[in-house]
């Protein structure tokens, strides 16, 4: 080890750094898995038949699972979640209760994106009065969003932060089906290009990749510096000892 001088400040950094950085690497793969285990769920239940809200209200796993709706929407009670963007566009999705005529059931199903230009105007949508026929979908999200403010405000429509169906249906004071259910485009549907997942498997990797790459620069530096470090005491210890002679 007489050839390898890091010293003390450069082997703490490297001690706190390169573990973080090594798990954030392999987390970066985790998240990689996850997201394509995703997308071939969702590919395979995109080939299945749809459920009725009845059938989906039984499922232990519902997510992607197609349904099908007829039924009315509810046009006095509309919910409104804030800051989604498209295109670089900020606005506001879409979220009616709806009940199904054949179960009775009620549902809270997502109608799409609505832009939302002028926050001193309130977004235009509109609901249809009739009964209609519908196909959705079930999304069910990963975990809990972290929110500062879990506050709801009141009024309809009722602007919200994110959406937790329970505390949707407390809001309408009644029961309904524990899932948010996504229009796939049609006549009912503002804008609904749902994305499986914002970020997919090949740009988990290449962030895996960066990681496990400054890892390896860390990694490098250190030993170049104990090396360079061990070079520098052995020449000032050849120094002093010639001058002492």
Same mark, same amino acid.
């Given at each position: 080890?007489?050839?390898?001088?890091?010293?003390?400040?450069?082997?703490?950094?490297?001690?706190? !750094?390169?573990?973080?950085?090594?798990?954030?690497?392999?987390?970066?793969?985790?998240?990689?898995?996850?997201?394509?285990?995703? !997308?071939?769920?969702?590919?395979?239940?995109?080939? +299945?038949?749809?459920?009725?809200?009845?059938? !989906?209200?039984?499922?232990?796993?519902?997510?992607?699972?197609?349904?099908?709706?007829?039924? $009315?929407?509810?046009?006095?009670?509309?919910?409104?979640?804030?800051?989604?963007?498209?295109?670089?566009?900020?606005? *506001?999705? +879409? +979220?009616?209760?709806?009940?199904?005529?054949?179960?009775?059931? @009620?549902?809270?199903?997502?109608?799409?994106?609505?832009?939302?230009?002028?926050?001193?105007?309130?977004?235009?949508?509109?609901?249809?009065?009739?009964? +209609?026929?519908?196909?959705?979908?079930?999304?069910?999200?990963?975990?809990?969003?972290?929110? !500062?403010?879990?506050?709801?405000?009141?009024?309809?429509?009722?602007?919200?932060?994110?959406?937790?169906?329970?505390?949707?249906?407390?809001?309408?004071?009644?029961?309904?089906?524990?899932?948010?259910?996504?229009?796939?485009?049609?006549?009912?549907?503002?804008?609904?290009? @749902?994305?499986?997942?914002?970020?997919?498997?090949?740009?988990?990797?290449?962030?895996? *990749?960066?990681?496990?790459?400054?890892?390896?620069?860390?990694?490098?530096?250190?030993?170049?510096?104990?090396?360079?470090? #061990? $070079?520098?005491?052995?020449? #000032?210890?050849?120094?002093?000892?010639?001058?002492?002679?």
């Amino acid at each position: 080890m007489r050839g390898f001088r890091p010293g003390l400040l450069p082997t703490l950094v490297m001690l706190a !750094l390169l573990p973080v950085l090594v798990w954030l690497g392999f987390w970066q793969l985790e998240r990689g898995e996850q997201k394509r285990d995703m !997308l071939e769920r969702q590919e395979a239940r995109a080939q +299945l038949g749809p459920l009725s809200p009845a059938e !989906l209200d039984g499922l232990t796993d519902p997510a992607y699972s197609r349904v099908h709706l007829q039924g $009315r929407f509810d046009a006095e009670h509309s919910f409104l979640l804030d800051s989604r963007t498209r295109d670089g566009q900020v606005g *506001v999705e +879409l +979220l009616q209760p709806f009940q199904d005529q054949a179960s009775g059931l @009620w549902m809270i199903v997502n109608r799409g994106w609505i832009p939302w230009p002028d926050r001193r105007i309130p977004p235009e949508f509109d609901t249809p009065g009739q009964a +209609l026929k519908l196909a959705a979908w079930a999304y069910v999200p990963s975990g809990k969003p972290f929110v !500062l403010d879990r506050g709801m405000a009141e009024g309809w429509p009722r602007l919200i932060n994110y959406v937790d169906i329970a505390e949707l249906w407390e809001a309408l004071d009644r029961e309904g089906v524990a899932y948010e259910l996504r229009l796939e485009p049609g006549p009912a549907a503002y804008r609904a290009d @749902w994305p499986v997942t914002s970020m997919s498997p090949a740009q988990h990797r290449g962030y895996a *990749v960066q990681w496990f790459a400054l890892a390896a620069a860390l990694l490098a530096l250190f030993i170049y510096l104990g090396v360079h470090q #061990a $070079r520098e005491n052995r020449h #000032a210890r050849h120094e002093s000892d010639r001058h002492s002679t």
